[in-house]
Nanobody
Framework: QVQLQESGPDLVKPSETLSLTCTVSGGSITTAYYYWSWIRQPPGKGLEWMGAKAYDGSTYDNPSLKSRTSISIDTTKNTLSLQLRSVTPEDTAVYYC????????????WGKGTLVTVSS
């Protein structure tokens, strides 16, 4: 059973960088043919896919966030990381990491999510 657990600060100040880590257990992050995404949901709004890394290191970007976002994989720690630069209060959201399958692009596992608030 694959489990995903997000971790990071609950509060980030405007203009700073939001950094989150997703720890994957029950399976390797390099197993073909999976990809690993960050998705967020601002309070009262819908889900927004932020970007992803595939098992082979390929990167998938959301054009609207690409200039501020970096997603990376640490194969030694079996983790997925997110950095979102120059945050504003509009970046306040619950952040999720997920696993999907390349090909049909289905998503089969979600972390529980972590709420990050951007405020001074």
């Amino acid at each position: 059973q694959v489990q995903l657990q997000e971790s990071g600060p609950d509060l980030v100040k405007p203009s700073e960088t939001l950094s989150l880590t997703c720890t994957v257990s029950g399976g390797s992050i390099t197993t073909a043919y999976y990809y690993w995404s960050w998705i967020r949901q601002p309070p009262g709004k819908g889900l927004e896919w932020m970007g992803a890394k595939a098992y082979d290191g390929s990167t998938y970007d959301n054009p609207s966030l690409k200039s501020r976002t970096s997603i990376s994989i640490d194969t030694t720690k079996n983790t997925l990381s997110l950095q979102l630069r120059s945050v504003t209060p509009e970046d306040t959201a619950v952040y999720y990491c997920t696993r999907g399958t390349l090909g049909d692009m289905s998503t089969d596992y979600w972390g529980k999510g972590t709420l990050v608030t951007v405020s001074s």
